[in-house]
């Protein structure tokens, strides 16, 4: 299959490098970075990697609001435009680790439109996270299903990947989701549409390098986001 990754980035220059040579090991694998303006010249170093993997890999400079959900909808948009059969997305910070890659795609093989790289298909897989950490995770995910009634295990996950058919059914301009909620804004619209949802047990790492984006305006979107949803389903 032809893969085309999407890795949205905010001053993620100690960590892209690494990820992008290791996405390229797969052969035939493609990267599309989403810089978002980052001031610590992480689009600069992306346009580095994209010099040195001609056709391989690249680089779509933001200028619009910044923001997570607003990243991923330019890339996805831009992925959706390419010659690609599949379209995973990632985060740039290494807790989402290259090799579990095939892993997803292959999983396409099984019937599903989308897989989900989980943190907790088997108890939970997560190495480095402080216990609060943990214990908001867990309970954002208690929480998303408890409202919305999707049945998996991890709604929060980033780590996906997409058959390009079901992401067109996803309506990617009608998102509203700035941060992390755009996450599981996807999601859900996916599940609503009728697409297939598989999960495969993943590793998560917390990030070596750089700083969590987290922030309590992220919070409060994510909290609000599932009734958001729902409710506009009964609309």
């Known amino acids: 299959m032809r893969v085309l990754v999407v ?3 905010y001053n993620e220059r100690e960590n892209l490098a690494v990820l992008v040579r290791a996405i390229m090991a797969h052969e035939g694998y493609r990267v599309l970075v989403v810089d978002d303006r980052s001031p610590d010249g992480t689009g600069t170093l992306a346009d580095g990697l994209a010099d040195e993997y001609p056709g391989r890999v690249h680089v779509l400079h933001r200028t619009g609001k910044r923001g997570l959900g607003r990243s991923y909808v330019e890339g996805l948009q831009w992925a959706m435009h390419e010659d690609a059969d599949v379209i995973c997305q990632m985060d740039a910070d290494l807790s989402h680790d290259p090799r579990y890659l095939p892993d997803l795609v292959g999983a396409l093989g099984n019937g599903y439109d989308l897989v989900l790289g989980s943190r907790y298909l088997h108890g939970v897989s997560v ?10 995770s867990t309970a954002a995910n208690w929480y998303i299903r408890t409202v919305t009634r999707l049945p998996l295990r991890d709604c929060t996950t980033g780590y996906r990947c997409w058959r390009r ?20 804004e996807t999601l859900y619209e996916a599940v609503r549409r009728g697409c297939r949802v598989g999960e495969i047990p993943i590793i998560f790492v917390e990030r070596r390098e750089g700083e969590s984006k987290l922030s309590a305006r992220v919070l409060f979107e994510s909290l609000v986001m599932p009734w958001r949803v729902v409710l506009r389903r009964g609309r």
């Open 7 to 9: 890795v949205p980035t």
């Open 127 to 136: 190495v480095n996270w402080p216990l609060r950490r943990l214990i908001l």
């Open 165 to 184: 058919e079901a992401l067109g059914r996803v309506p990617l301009d009608e998102i509203v989701s700035d941060g992390y909620a755009f996450i599981f």
